[in-house]
């Protein structure tokens, strides 16, 4: 069975850092596209960023984020400096063998649970 498995959210203050991990399992996921996506209380799911060969970001992150993966241990990291109380979301995980659409959510198969990131200021 496909798990993600999402870890690392907490509480920080603005300007602070955050470093959240998603651990796949129950398959390999060499081939696939993985992808970070928050959802705030009230909100659409709002995309992050993605990487296949390498990472691409929403224009809101672009420059504060990291998206990293190692395919030897099945794991996806986002490294998250410098945040904002808007980015305070549910982080969530996903992965899809699809290379087309990769910032709308509907194209994405599976999905981890979430992890909370709370920024005050």
């Known amino acids: 069975q496909v798990q993600l498995v999402e870890s690392g959210g907490g509480s920080v203050q603005a300007g602070g850092s955050l470093r959240l991990s998603c651990a796949i399992s129950?398959?390999?996921?060499?081939?696939?596209?993985m992808a970070w996506f928050r959802q705030a209380p009230g909100k659409e799911r709002e995309y992050v960023g993605h990487i296949g060969g390498r990472p691409y970001y929403a224009d809101s992150v672009k420059g504060r984020f990291t998206i990293s993966r190692d395919t030897a241990k099945n794991t996806m990291t986002l490294q998250m400096n410098s945040l904002k109380p808007e980015d305070s979301a549910v982080y969530l995980c996903?992965?899809?063998?699809?290379?087309?659409?990769?910032?709308?959510?509907?194209?994405?198969?599976?999905w981890g649970q979430g992890t909370q990131v709370t920024v005050s200021s």
């Open positions: 129950g398959h390999t996921f060499t081939h696939y596209f």
């Open positions: 996903a992965a899809t063998p699809k290379a087309a659409t990769l910032w709308l959510a509907g194209t994405y198969d599976y």
